[in-house]
């Protein structure tokens, strides 16, 4: 089992629409969270990060983090075609500083 | 300008040559990584460096040699290329030992034949 889990997509959306990107953890050590957002053939880019349970919003992002649970979300409001990007959930064990990372979603926003 | 960047883009090798990637950064960071993204997409970290000192080595097997000239460098070394090495790698900077924003190159494709 990974220690961090994403349902591989591909999601397909219409614009517009309320996209949510769901993550699964097991290592309790996680203390914080973070999106990245990775275009095709690009690199990987930080779009937020959490530390405690609850949400943290900016701009049409809201990240999500329930540790009870051990569930992570990321929502986009409105979304767009340029939304359109792999999205990968990660966390540090023990707050150092090795990521680890969820396989990502695939996203597709359609016109 | 460039954050952190990587050469080459591309790379085609035939199976048993040795190569190397090199990285760079320009952000000041005093922590560098190597990770490798498989064809699933799948991303999971090689080495880091921090101020030129080894700190993460995960299994990876000995070909693979990481070298870190200076904190703004960090290049990656394959010897004996074999086709399961064919992926994408990405080198990656922060600050600091949190790794809570880790910059990522644009990755280099590397195809062994």
């Known amino acids: 089992q990974k220690e961090v889990e994403q349902d591989p997509g591909p999601l397909s959306v219409p614009e517009g629409a309320i996209v949510s990107l769901n993550c699964t953890y097991s290592n309790s050590a996680f203390q914080y969270f973070m999106w990245y957002r990775q275009y095709s053939r690009k690199g990987p880019e930080l779009l937020m990060y959490?530390?405690?349970?609850g949400n943290k919003e900016d701009g049409r992002f809201t990240a999500q983090v329930d540790k009870s649970s051990k569930y992570i979300s990321l929502f986009i409001r409105d979304s767009q075609p340029s939304d359109s990007a792999t999205y990968l959930c990660a966390a540090p064990p023990g707050g150092g500083n090795k990521l680890t990372f969820g396989t990502g979603t695939q996203l597709k926003v359609e016109l | 300008d460039t954050a952190v960047s990587q050469t080459p883009k591309y790379l085609v090798t035939q199976m048993g040559n040795d190569k190397s990637i090199k990285c760079e950064q320009n952000l000041g960071h005093d922590t560098m990584y190597w990770y490798k993204q498989d064809s699933k997409k799948f991303l999971k970290i090689m080495f880091s460096y921090n101020n030129k000192e080894l700190i993460i080595n995960e299994t990876v097997p000995n070909r693979f040699s990481p070298k870190s000239p200076d904190k703004a460098h960090l290049n990656l070394h394959i010897n004996s290329l074999e086709l399961g090495d064919s992926a994408v790698y990405f080198c990656?900077?922060?600050?600091?030992?949190?790794?809570?924003?880790?910059?990522f190159g644009q990755g280099t494709r590397l195809t062994v034949v």
């Open positions: 990656a900077s922060s600050q600091g030992n949190r790794g809570t924003e880790a910059f």
């Open positions: 959490t530390y405690s349970s």
